[in-house]
């Protein structure tokens, strides 16, 4: 193997970088619309002066439009499913973290594509869960935290739709 070590050059198409270190990206919630600001010159610069390599910054600027590209191309080479999440749940602003908060972008993705979609974020209720798939705004309605208040959700949302669904025969008489 060649004489390559942590401190070799390397080169990625046009760009060259003297080192192989690499700053990962930090989410620290500081992009306005996506655009670096006065933090980021000072945080990142200073690791760029301490000799990094490459300086990754986090995904801010990426956009719905961006996710309905990638999502055709990925679509194009046999993926079937794409689970529309932005993030966003360990955000404290309640206002923009609302039931269903996310399910445009599944459906935006859905439209453009044709892919399967996922929709995921705030979804904890039967009938609005019920309305993402019979509307045809996603393919899935992906859960999590509800699981964990409710390991029954699908059984409780059965119920409450109407749904005839197998119970296993142990729990029969509390549905
Ligand atoms: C305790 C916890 C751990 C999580 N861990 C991961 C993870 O490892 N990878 C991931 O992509 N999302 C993770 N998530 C995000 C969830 O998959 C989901 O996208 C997010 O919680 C929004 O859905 P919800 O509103 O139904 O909770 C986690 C969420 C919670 C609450």
Do not use: C
Not at 79 to 99: C, E, H, N, Q
Not at 158 to 167: C, D, M, P, R, Y
């Amino acid at each position: 193997m060649a004489n390559i070590n942590l401190f070799s050059p390397l080169r990625i198409r046009g760009m060259a970088l003297k080192n192989r270190i690499v700053v990962s990206p930090m989410k620290q919630f500081s992009a306005v619309n996506g655009k670096v600001g006065h933090w980021h010159i000072v945080h990142l610069g200073s690791r760029a002066v301490g000799g990094a390599g490459l300086i990754m910054e986090d995904e801010r600027a990426w956009k719905i439009e961006d996710s309905i590209v990638l999502a055709g191309i990925l679509k194009q080479i046999g993926v079937d499913l794409i689970t529309a999440s932005a993030g966003g749940f360990v955000i404290l602003d309640k206002a923009r973290v609302y039931p269903s908060y996310q399910v445009r972008f599944a459906e935006k993705i859905k439209a453009e594509t044709g892919i399967l979609s996922g929709a995921v974020g705030a979804i904890t209720e039967a009938a609005q869960a019920d309305e993402i798939i019979a509307s045809g705004k996603a393919d899935l309605a992906i859960v999590a935290r509800e699981f964990l208040r409710d390991p029954y959700f699908p059984m409780h949302a059965a119920k409450i739709l109407g749904a005839n669904v197998e119970i296993p025969f142990q729990y029969k008489r509390a549905f």
